[in-house]
């Protein structure tokens, strides 16, 4: 498998899930600012939306969406307990979060504070408004809880520790959420997580 990504961006989420099941893949890292491939090549030639992740798998076939990756590469390894069986309504809660944090949390939230496009109003809002209330509800869940979705690490852990490493870059405090601050110490914590923070951090 060949894993187009970006240092520290979404992507980080499928690095994790890699290194978490212990499965390996070829790293291909993209500028995204110019889609190029680092070293040489054209991204949009390899996935014309321009994003990361992409994942070539081993047939050739091109995967997009994080999501989606992210439950690939757990069904790779369904001993590593990164996502129930398909069919499961344990499988569906997983799938529920892992829409949440991309459609709540990473998009409606980190990629309107980070976009150089968005108005300032728009940003503000995000900052001041969405990110206390989708920072509350994941507060809730998680006070009693060791896991997101499930009773073991699962993908939804892997995107949702992703984008809590954006927070001090967009200017949120996790303070008031004590619960969530916890959970990302204990995340980042994890091993294979330290791991490819380190090796993304290094990239930079
Ligand atoms: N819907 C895509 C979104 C991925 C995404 O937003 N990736 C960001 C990095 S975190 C990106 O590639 N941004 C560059 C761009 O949108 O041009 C997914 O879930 O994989």
Redesign the pocket.
């Known amino acids: 498998m060949d894993l187009y990504f970006?240092p520290m961006?979404?992507?980080l989420a499928t690095r994790i899930a890699l290194y978490e099941s212990g499965q390996d893949a070829r790293f291909h890292q993209v500028a995204?600012s110019d889609k190029t491939i680092v070293g040489g090549g054209d991204y949009l030639a390899v996935n014309p939306k321009?994003?990361?992740?992409a994942l070539r798998l081993d047939d050739g076939h091109l995967l997009?969406?994080?999501?989606a990756i992210l439950q690939y590469v757990a069904d790779r390894a369904p001993d590593s307990k990164l996502a129930p069986s398909a069919g499961s309504l344990a499988r569906y809660e997983v799938q529920a979060w892992l829409n949440y944090v991309?459609a709540e949390v990473?998009k409606q939230v980190f990629?309107v504070i980070f976009s150089p496009e968005s108005p300032e109003a728009a940003r503000d809002h995000a900052r001041t408004v969405l990110a206390p209330r989708r920072f509350g509800h994941l507060q809730s869940r998680l006070a009693d809880r060791e896991f997101l979705a499930t009773d073991d690490f699962s993908v939804a852990d892997a995107y949702l520790t992703t984008t809590l490493n954006w927070t001090r870059n967009a200017g949120i405090d996790l303070k008031p959420w004590p619960a969530v601050t916890a959970y990302h110490k204990r995340m980042t914590a994890r091993p294979a997580v330290a791991r490819a923070i380190a090796e993304e951090m290094a990239l930079r």
Do not use: I, K, M, R
């Open positions: 970006c961006t979404c992507s995204l321009g994003q990361v992740p997009t969406e994080g999501p991309a990473h990629y």
